[in-house]
């Protein structure tokens, strides 16, 4: 049966770089696409930064590529991970040769949980002047991203690092790393554990020594973010929001007021975001074959702005699409 | 009056490092040192890593110099700044001529709210394997970190960045940007804001766009250890607990179990520590005269082996207390 993928460009350069990914998928395989719309100026015409049907659409179809939204970001991403049933966020940080990268050496991948901590908080205003927010942790669902995070290292040759701070969060975090643990040692498989400000630290002077990073949701917010200024910035970092039935897919990035519309956004991310989907639904060959496309054209291809060359994005499609 | 100042070695090489900056302080003021035990091995011998005599004398002095602590890190310094009545956490990351670091223009103050957060959090049990962790934000405490950084970027000639995650953390970090930037507006002061996500991101890729960067607690203990891997490591990095009445200075760093009792560790931001309390207690000059000692010693003097170097903690001391 053809897949179906729901397609929601979302504001900004959401717009500029998902029909490109668009053109990709269909170059190397035979999927539906459904348009749907969110974000900032959907908000603005509708009254709703999400309507119904598009998180409806998401919900039903075997993939949803995504590209970015403004302002109402929060009100968009986070329940389109919910509605495709995401509780792992996979990040590639990866250094690409001809690309200027701090560490050249750089091969992360982030797997961030993606349900609990402090995006599944309850905000309490105690008083006008005082509030909390409540962070949940659980047993099932940090062993649920260790299952995954586990897999995907043994499957990709990678080490498993686990980042945490449970040295303050000692329950909670406590759990989550006992959790995690708990999961490694089932199987056998080797961890290290690290801090996440210390882990900051480290991934900065030597990123060399990571490889799969397992972290409660915000650590990995934060971190795979950290990981893209490693490696030339967020134009080139793709993501998967996997559940077990369906995933999202989008490019780390935002909207990119700066230079939307100029037809200069780098579609590299969403490119690989597609590639990422191809494996996700069984085209691995063809998941390969984007990947493959994309590195000739970053080691020596046309170049967006943010890579320091003067292609548009149109430039790079053609050269990505033609060595398809 | 002669300025009472409680000593805390801890564990590791902050025996080593802050005997180091205890002579660089006598070499330049008139201070009584007061000693007390706290951290791994006074837990081994007294059950306690922080002893009630600790907890008073820093309560009690003028100003406290810490070193480092092991595995009882938290029960050690977070109990210590509360003593201390410590608010802010001022933790200046620059690159220093001579010394290796990715970008060579950094120069970077955190001024880390000290008391809230995760760090005032409430944990809970709620079944066996779902816990929570209660964050607390308080108009109060925002307000009062943002008159202690706005104060510190004006008297210091920088610019200041907020750090937040209130598009997640809508009703929490929401009031603590409210907070601030009600400061800052009656002051008719500049700023910026920044997620702490994309903040993580642009200080790896450019840190000279930035200098103040006033932040959550959590977020303040993340973004300064990745500043410290920007500016060559936590060899560096001082730190000052502040309070109303009494303060608290410690190396960022922590006891380096690697090369603890070899006598190599890097006593510089233990001394630069040392420097920010002799300014802290009214003795400006004596402060720069340690900050330029220290400076001329990383630029042209020995170097211990986290530098690249090979001389030893005693080398430096020698060479910083010889320029004095
Ligand atoms: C927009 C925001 C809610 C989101 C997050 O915090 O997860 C973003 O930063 C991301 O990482 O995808
Ligand atoms: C030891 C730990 C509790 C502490 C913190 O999280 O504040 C440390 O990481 C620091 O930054 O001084």
């Known amino acids: 049966m053809t897949d179906r993928i729901a397609v929601i460009p979302g504001d900004g350069i959401g717009k500029e770089v998902v029909p490109v990914a668009v053109k990709v998928l269909d170059a190397v395989g035979d999927f539906v696409f459904e348009y749907a719309e969110a974000g900032d100026e959907t908000r603005a015409q509708t009254g709703s930064a999400l309507p119904e049907e598009t998180r409806e659409l998401a919900a039903a179809a075997d993939a949803t590529l995504f590209g970015a939204a403004g ?29 200027d990268a701090l560490h ?7 797997v961030r949980e993606n349900t609990e901590g402090v995006y599944a908080g309850i905000e309490s205003e105690i008083t006008e002047s005082v509030r909390t927010l ?18 995907y290292a043994a499957e990709n040759g990678y080490d498993v690092t686990i980042a945490h701070k449970a040295n303050v969060m000692r329950r909670t975090d406590g759990l989550f790393l006992d959790g995690v ?12 554990t690290a801090l996440m400000d210390a882990l900051a ?7 060399s020594d ?27 970092l793709p993501s998967a929001n996997v559940g077990p039935d369906r995933a999202l897919f989008e490019p780390v990035h935002g909207t990119a007021p700066d230079i939307a519309g100029e037809g200069v956004a780098n579609p590299v991310a969403t490119v690989l975001s597609a590639a990422m989907c191809c494996e996700y639904l069984g085209y691995d060959a063809a998941g390969e074959r984007v990947r493959g496309a994309v590195l000739e054209v970053l080691a020596d291809g046309p170049r967006t702005p943010d890579l320091g060359g003067d292609a548009t ?12």
Do not use: K, W
């Open 71 to 99: 302002e109402t970001a929060a009100d968009v991403i986070l329940p389109l991970r919910e509605a495709v049933g995401s509780f792992a966020n996979v990040r590639p940080a990866r250094a690409y040769p001809g690309v």
């Open 104 to 110: 050249p050496e750089t091969d992360l991948v982030f």
């Open 134 to 151: 409540t962070r949940v942790t659980t047993d099932a669902a940090s062993q649920r991203i260790a299952e995954f995070g586990f897999d």
């Open 181 to 192: 643990a708990a999961v490694a040692d089932e199987r056998g498989a080797d961890y290290e």
């Open 201 to 207: 630290m480290h991934l900065v002077m030597d990123p």
């Open 210 to 236: 990571y490889g799969v990073v397992i972290c409660p949701n915000l650590a990995g917010d934060v971190l795979s973010d950290l990981a893209a200024g490693l490696v030339g910035g967020l134009g080139l």
């Open 313 to 324: 994005t149109e430039d790079v499609e053609r050269s990505i699409v033609d060595r398809l």
